[in-house]
Each structure stands twice: as C-alpha cells, then as structure tokens.
Nanobody, 123 residues
Framework: QVQLVESGGGLVQPGGSLRLSCAAS????????IGWFRQAPGKEREGVSC????????YYADSVKGRFTISRDNAKKTVYLQMNSLKPEDTAVYYC????????????????WGQGTQVTVSS
C-alpha cells in the first residue's frame, strides 16, 4: 500500500524556519520524483518544490526560491522541505506526493498524496 505521511508543520513567527518531512512506505521511493505542494484557504493547491528520483535535480516555485530547500534521503525513505525566512503568505496545508517528472511540478502530474501538515506563519 503506497503511503506518504507528512510531518513537521506548526506555528512559527515571520522570519522563522520549519523543516517538513515526507515519509514514504509501500513503494520504492528511489523510482519516483517527489513534490511538495501547498493549499491556502480559498486558493488552489500549488506546486512549491519538486525533486527528481535520480540525480537530485530540483524545481522551486518563484515564490519560495532562495528560502526553501528540498532534499531526499532514499535510504530513510524520506523527503524534506527546509523552509527558512517564512512569511505569512506561506501559511497553508503542505502536502507531499509522488510523481514521474520533477520538472512538471503540478498537481495533475503527481499522485499518492499524503494527508497534509498545517504550516501557520503568524506573529
């Protein structure tokens, strides 16, 4: 059974940091690109960052470039999203999902979604 479980969300002040984790089970993580997506209240789910299955190539949305870093540890079957310099507009539920092509970091290109973890950036 393919399963992705996100963790690490919480409440943080503007300018703070959080590290999200996406733990995979039921499939061989090495074969899949993994993406982080987010959905704010009243908005569509959007791609934040995606990482390739093989060479570590990455994609970042313009809104998070220079602040977020995606990484993966296939041995631990976990993908991370390090989020620094957080802004109130980063507040959303963050999801991870598995896909084929990291460069197509869109909702329709990824499947096997986790349940999400809430990130709230507020003073």
């Amino acid at each position: 059974q393919v399963q992705l479980v996100e963790s690490g969300g919480g409440l943080v002040q503007p300018g703070g940091s959080l590290r999200l984790s996406c733990a995979a089970s039921g499939f061989t993580l090495d074969y899949y690109a993994i993406g982080w997506f987010r959905q704010a209240p009243g908005k569509e789910r959007e791609g934040v960052s995606c990482i390739s299955s093989s060479d570590g190539s990455t994609y970042y949305a313009d809104s998070v470039k220079g602040r977020f870093t995606i990484s993966r540890d296939n041995a631990k079957k976990t993908v991370y999203l390090q989020m620094n310099s957080l802004k109130p507009e980063d507040t959303a539920v963050y999801y991870c999902a598995a896909g084929i092509d990291y460069s197509i970091c869109t909702v329709v290109a990824f499947t096997s979604w986790g349940q999400g973890t809430q990130v709230t950036v507020s003073s």
